[in-house]
């Protein structure tokens, strides 16, 4: 048997969102799957969602007596980590829509390994979708473990023994735990279905949040160089008006093209998100190498602003993530 957890924490008062959210998790917890919202806004708008909170939802606070990371999502995943009844726990950020019978499966599936992690898309598909499809389909191409995942299925024992090596004060959480998954014993495995969906961020939210995923992407230090490259690289060979120029761009961008194809047709993503996707590619790498810039310079001033707090660190490199 499984449950769901599910860290959530808003400054404002119950929006769009959180009734989105609501609805879904009383779907799930009335389908009989244990269902868990560890909820770290204030406390007046804690109490608002105790009042709105689906029936056989169980709504409890963040405990930051027991869990005192920096950044508070860690502590609500630990939270929920400590309620769980079950052996198996599925854990997924709050902007993530899966049927009771997936959500079943995924315990299902992760069988004797001890973790697996699941692949997302979003829906539905508008302009700001496109460019985060164009960057799922390109890390799923260019690195070993795909794209960073926001659906886990753990072993409960397992997910609570991490509290005591787990880094809570690193930007890039979703990470960071996939990283301490990998190397534990047994180690997290890659399913290919059932996958995850997820609610597309608005387009302010997308804006809001920009910067976010290059300041996460500093701690991978040879893609941080490649982004850093890309756009002087292709500034400098338009510059220079000379044929080998053009000849770099054309296969600068054709690269990026079939770069992001190859990512878009492995197994845990194939079917998600239409081909054309492929396209954007270039739009994508060319946008992620500019904001790479502002990031750094966050990096080494004050940081990312983060739930009310200002995160220096994006991620531990895998070296230094022991158990």
Known sequence: MISLVVPYKSASPPGELFRG??????????????????????????????????????????DRVRYAFLNDKVNGVFTGAAAVATPRVVLVDDDIRIPPNDLRRLGEALGAAGSAKAATYLRPIRWHVAIDAARSGFAHAQYRYGDSSTVFAIRTDLLRGLADYFDGDVLFDNWELERCLRLAEPPMTIMTGPRACKVAPTTRTF???????????????????????????????????????WVLVTAALLFAV?????????????????????????????????????????????????????????????????P
């Open 207 to 245: 804006l809001r949040q920009c910067l976010k995923q290059p300041y996460e992407d500093l701690s991978f230090l040879a893609r941080t160089a490649f982004f850093l490259a890309w756009l002087p690289g292709l500034v400098a060979a338009v510059a220079s008006r000379t044929p080998i120029g």
């Open 21 to 62: 959210l609501n609805t879904w998790l009383g779907t799930v917890a009335a389908a009989g799957v244990p269902t868990i919202l560890i909820d770290g806004s204030p406390t007046d708008i804690f109490h608002e969602h105790r009042t709105l909170i689906a029936p056989l939802v169980v709504h409890l606070p963040v």
């Open 258 to 322: 079939a770069a992001t194809a190859k990512g878009l047709r492995v197994p845990t993503i194939r079917g998600c998100y239409p081909l054309w996707i492929c396209l954007i590619g270039p739009v994508w790498i060319t946008l992620r190498s500019a904001l790479t810039y502002p990031a750094l310079a966050l990096r080494v001033t004050r940081g990312y602003s983060f739930g009310g707090r200002s995160l220096r660190r994006p991620a531990r490199r895998l070296r230094g993530v022991r």
